[in-house]
């Protein structure tokens, strides 16, 4: 089933959180949904499981409204929110038992499902135990088990990865990549390597906006038309050389990388600024050590979407 959304649009008081949001994700795909805090990423995902209804516009699963067939929608879709809420003191099998009966899964069926997901979902070792009693890696998986209890067709992910070690984050993720061979999934999550490694397909979100939708090789090359250098010069101490590299007319950006000890310049589009960091450094006579272009990563993507100029 794809998932359409058309016009989204948000308000809480004076706040708009979503703003005329459109976007699909089509079916069998895995999606990231990115953003900074409050842009937005959890009302959408909050509006698609119907826990909250939207000011105007619509959103689709498949054939059903979230406005016209709301349980409809539901029971096609499978949510696991940011705080896993479990019964941390019912064992992992009774609990998946509760849940497919909460799902209206036929009583006779409920048996086969529970153990379908404690395979699929890696819980066989852990079955009998209590919830409480499981890491948080062995929490997430419950969680995902109950999100597909009912074999919906979409699954909605808001920060499946959060908190979890290295270890557990490459289990989740392999995880939720076997499930989307078969189902349509939409997942949050701040950890940009995760996504890139994870999803078909990326949608980003800034200030209630849409402002880029494409594969992470498309995002990449929609920023490469801004030539981004390492610049490493010998200066006197006091200068600022930050802020004279900022001042060139094709800089679009110029900020100081501690961890590199060398200026991060990000020039303005379909511009290079090599020619004029030469001459400033001779005008200044100033020593450059290292002038270097920078591939353009999915977090410096991220950045130019989000970050205020």
Not at 46 to 59: L, Q, R
Not at 141 to 150: D, N, S, Y
Not at 179 to 196: A, D, P, R, W
């Amino acid at each position: 089933m794809d998932i359409v959304v058309s016009h989204l649009t948000k308000t809480y008081g004076t706040q708009r959180a979503v703003d005329d949001v459109s976007f699909r994700v089509a079916a069998g795909q895995i999606t990231g949904f990115l953003g900074p805090n409050g842009a937005g990423k959890t009302t959408t995902m909050k509006s698609m499981v119907c826990y909250i209804t939207p000011d105007s516009g619509d959103i689709t699963i498949g054939p059903y409204s979230i406005r016209e067939h709301p349980g409809q929608v539901r029971r096609n879709i499978g949510y696991l929110p940011e705080l896993n809420p479990l019964y941390e003191d019912m064992p992992v099998v009774d609990f998946l038992h509760f849940m497919a009966a909460l799902q209206q899964v036929p009583k006779r069926e409920i048996p086969g499902r529970t153990a379908e997901m404690i395979r699929l979902c890696g819980l066989t070792a852990e079955k009998h135990k209590k919830i409480g009693e499981l890491s948080k890696g062995y929490k997430q998986r419950v969680g995902l088990a109950q999100a597909l209890i009912h074999d919906p067709a979409v699954l909605i992910l808001d920060e499946p990865t959060s908190g979890l070690d290295p270890n557990q984050m490459v289990e989740i993720r392999e995880l939720i990549r076997t499930v989307g061979k078969s189902k349509t999934v939409l997942l949050s999550s701040h950890i940009l390597s995760e996504v890139e490694a994870t999803c078909d397909r990326i949608v980003v979100i800034n200030k209630g906006r849409i402002v880029a939708d494409g594969t992470a090789a498309e995002l990449r090359s929609t920023a490469s038309g801004r030539e981004r250098l390492r610049v490493r010069i010998e200066a006197p101490e006091g200068a600022d050389v930050p802020a004279l590299l900022q001042a060139l007319p094709s800089v679009e950006k110029a900020e100081w990388d501690a961890d590199a000890r060398a200026c991060l310049v990000t020039a303005i589009p379909d511009a290079s600024a090599r020619n004029e960091i030469f001459a400033l450094c001779v005008a200044q006579k100033w020593q450059l050590t290292e002038i270097t272009g920078i591939e353009t990563s999915l977090e410096d993507v991220f950045r130019m979407l989000t970050t205020p100029s």
